[in-house]
């Protein structure tokens, strides 16, 4: 027997605040739990939802380093640009703070200490890197040196980005601070741990015993987790950013990130609710559920909880609805890459089309696996699904009303046996809408909403009231009805989904006071009710709007080509008398032909100046034939003459690799005699 609540406390991942929110975060966070949210509203349950933005870690320390600010400069920014851009797009959090008030790290501080005077931490002493010059220990990211496994000079602390292997800040090879840039020393350092091990026993009984309806993503990671076997975590760093560590001779040394974050729910809720916070915390029948992405998983079930059980007096998550992650044209969203589409540039490119993104994002959840978003996919769920079927729906119902019954509800007579067939596919909508957001499979259930708006599509399609006008009003008038009442129940069911679109459509239908329990009722509207004017809820998407915003995406991939590009390896010293062995001069093309049955492989008949040579070069991909004859090139002479493709080829023409990986001949840059030699 399921367990009865009175109330649900709904957290989201906090943000971090060095930098603005994505659809990545969207889909995967807040869209479902806002939409989760606003079902309970609806239903007149009793639920609050708690947001934030994260402010403390590594990161924001570097950014602040690299622009020539502090770090609380850098959290205000970008703590600022996603508030605002969260409200603009109908997010409806009851609070939305941040880790850096007063509240929280006195709340945090306090949480610390409960569990310390519990005796819940293990103390221990490392070695860790230190800087001298800077009189710091070094956080991963602040440890630069070569990779042992790829030999990239700028390999971090904690990964390569040049090989993407992880890594320890002692297995760089020549370690070098990235504050003075010089050599750090090992120097030992106290840390406070969390014993992870120690709670594992109740952990696999709570989690794989007593959870097993989680959705199998979140359940098979924690399992695997569990089954690899838990280890001891740091609650603390050397860092001067963040919550202090509040002990004597603790200076220099703040809560890690990762201990501190999950906290802000609490602190959230407290400066939001101070006098009955603890209702929403410490509560039995209150229902904890945590919205996050995959990457979060591991945090908000295993460790989190186990920092509340240890604390002993807060109540554990009911569930953890983790959804995977949303690449974006088939490449993997990165910040740093700027690889994404940003909310606030969203909102300023589409203005007043907060419900499209929404609706998108929703209908393309990563709900139990990595999904890609596509600008083509976007415009097509607009114009295919938006446009041509719920919104043109209901303007039709509107417009004809307004024309043959000055804009009032019909009444509804006699019934034909399609009209019966037709009220009786959706007299369940409301049950299978609520069944779907109940287990939190939010896809699913913006497909039985959309499968109304198809019903009504369709059934007005068939009926065709235009052409019954003529010769049967009556059976208009009935028409007009059962349509008008399919487009209340839209309303209904969309509201969780498409705020705005759902708010302008009741007040085209002049109604406020919808309520969910509707939802499924053919008499919603009664007759004689005076429509407002119709006006279209959403609008066509074209071509040069979505090719706009994928030629944005293409010149980012551009700049990050040519920024991340690096140069090979310098090859081994040669002798000055090797060097003089090749003999490289310039020739003049006479023709160029493409080798038959080979893409890549150009045939060239060069004047060397003593006699015409033929040279085969896999050029073709950047160049064509017809644009090089005439044109003067550089070439090794006394290569050894080989085979290719069964033609002869004497000699190399010379050309450059671009970031892109594209190749480009080395010309001179004027006119010169063929046959004179380069060195």
């Known amino acids: 027997m399921s367990k009865k609540f009175n109330r649900t406390l709904v957290t989201s991942?906090?943000?971090?605040?060095?930098?603005?929110?994505?659809?990545?975060?969207?889909?995967?966070?807040?869209?479902?739990?806002?939409?989760?949210?606003?079902?309970?509203?609806?239903?007149?349950?009793?639920?609050?939802?708690?947001?934030?933005?994260?402010?403390?870690?590594?990161?924001?320390?570097?950014?602040?380093?690299?622009?020539?600010?502090?770090?609380?400069?850098?959290v205000d920014k970008y703590h600022g640009i996603i508030k605002k851009s969260f409200e603009e797009f109908g997010i409806t959090f009851d609070i939305y703070s941040r880790t850096s008030s007063e509240i929280h790290k006195k709340t945090a501080s306090d949480f610390f200490l409960e569990l310390y005077n519990k005796g819940e931490f293990e103390e221990k002493t490392s070695e860790q890197y230190y800087d001298e010059e800077a009189k710091m220990f070094l956080a991963d990211r602040y440890i630069m040196g070569e990779c042992p496994h790829c030999g990239n000079p700028n390999a971090y602390g904690d990964q390569c980005e040049s090989c993407g292997t992880s890594l320890s800040p002692t297995d760089l090879k020549n370690p070098r601070s990235t504050i003075s840039g010089k050599t750090p020393v090992m120097r030992e350092t106290k840390h406070w741990y969390l014993p992870l091990d120690k709670?594992?026993?109740?952990?696999?009984?709570?989690?794989?015993?007593?959870?097993?309806?989680?959705?199998?993503?979140?359940?098979?990671q924690c399992k695997s987790w569990l089954d690899m076997g838990l280890q001891p975590r740091a609650v603390s760093r050397d860092l001067d950013w963040g919550v202090p560590i509040p002990l004597p001779g603790a200076e220099g040394k703040v809560l890690y990130v990762w201990f501190d974050a999950p906290i802000g729910y609490i602190s959230n809720t407290k400066e939001l609710l101070p006098d009955s916070w603890e209702k929403w915390w410490k509560h039995e029948d209150t229902k904890l559920l945590h919205f996050i992405g995959k990457d979060n998983i591991v945090f908000h079930c295993i460790v989190f909880p186990a920092m509340l059980k240890a604390e002993g007096s807060y109540i554990l998550p009911e569930n953890v609805p983790a959804n995977e992650f949303l690449n974006l044209e088939g490449d993997k969203i990165s910040t740093s890459r700027n690889w994404a589409v940003w909310l606030h540039e969203y909102l300023e490119d589409f203005p007043g089309q907060q419900d499209v993104l929404r609706y998108v994002l929703t209908a393309n959840a990563p709900e139990t696996k990595d999904n890609d978003f596509t600008w083509k996919d976007f415009q097509a769920r607009n114009n295919n699904e938006l446009v041509a079927i719920?919104?043109?729906f209901v303007n039709r119902a509107m417009v004809l009303t307004h024309k043959y019954f000055d804009g009032k509800v019909p009444a509804c007579h006699e019934l034909t046996d399609y009209d019966r067939d037709t009220l009786a596919e959706f007299k369940d909508v409301k049950g299978e809408v609520e069944k779907y957001l109940d287990t939190y499979r939010f896809r699913d259930a913006l497909k039985e909403a959309m499968n109304l708006a198809r019903i009504g599509n369709k059934y007005l399609a068939d009926t065709e009231p235009w052409k019954t006008a003529k010769t049967d009003m009556p059976r208009t008038e009935t028409i007009l009805n059962i349509s008008l009442q399919i487009?209340?129940?839209?309303?209904?069911?969309?509201?969780?989904?498409?705020?705005?679109?759902?708010?302008?459509?009741?007040?085209?239908?002049?109604?406020?006071?919808?309520?969910?329990?509707?939802?499924?009722?053919?008499d919603i509207l009664s007759v004689g009710h005076q429509l407002n004017q119709a006006d279209l809820l959403f609008a066509k998407i074209e071509d040069e709007t979505i090719e706009k915003q994928v030629q944005k995406l293409l010149d980012t991939k551009k700049a990050n080509e040519a920024s991340e590009y690096k140069a090979a390896p310098i090859k081994p010293s040669i002798q000055f008398p090797e060097f003089e062995k090749i003999d490289i001069r310039v020739g003049t093309i006479l023709e160029c032909i493409k080798v038959p049955k080979a893409d890549k492989l150009l045939q060239f008949l060069i004047d060397?100046?003593?006699?015409?040579?033929?040279?085969?070069?896999?050029?073709?991909?950047?160049?064509?034939?017809?644009?090089?004859?005439?044109?003067?090139?550089?070439?090794?002479?006394?290569?050894?003459?080989?085979?290719?493709?069964?033609?002869?080829?004497?000699g190399m023409l010379l050309s450059a690799e671009n970031a892109d990986g594209s190749l480009s001949l080395i010309q001179p840059s004027a006119l010169i005699t063929p046959g004179s030699k380069v060195g």
């Open 13 to 74: 991942a906090l943000p971090y605040a060095n930098g603005p929110v994505h659809i990545g975060h969207l889909a995967g966070v807040y869209i479902p739990a806002d939409i989760y949210v606003r079902y309970l509203r609806l239903k007149g349950e009793e639920v609050l939802f708690i947001g934030g933005s994260d402010e403390h870690g590594v990161p924001i320390t570097i950014r602040a380093k690299k622009e020539g600010v502090t770090p609380q400069d850098i």
């Open 199 to 220: 709670h594992e026993s109740w952990l696999r009984q709570w989690i794989l015993e007593d959870h097993k309806e989680w959705k199998t993503n979140v359940y098979g």
């Open 390 to 392: 719920f919104g043109n």
């Open 487 to 522: 487009a209340a129940n839209l309303a209904i069911a969309f509201e969780p989904f498409l705020p705005f679109s759902t708010a302008k459509l009741k007040q085209m239908l002049n109604v406020t006071d919808l309520a969910w329990t509707q939802l499924g009722q053919v």
């Open 608 to 650: 060397d100046g003593i006699s015409k040579r033929t040279i085969i070069s896999g050029i073709a991909q950047w160049y064509k034939p017809e644009e090089l004859v005439g044109r003067q090139v550089c070439f090794i002479a006394n290569l050894e003459p080989r085979k290719l493709r069964g033609i002869e080829s004497c």
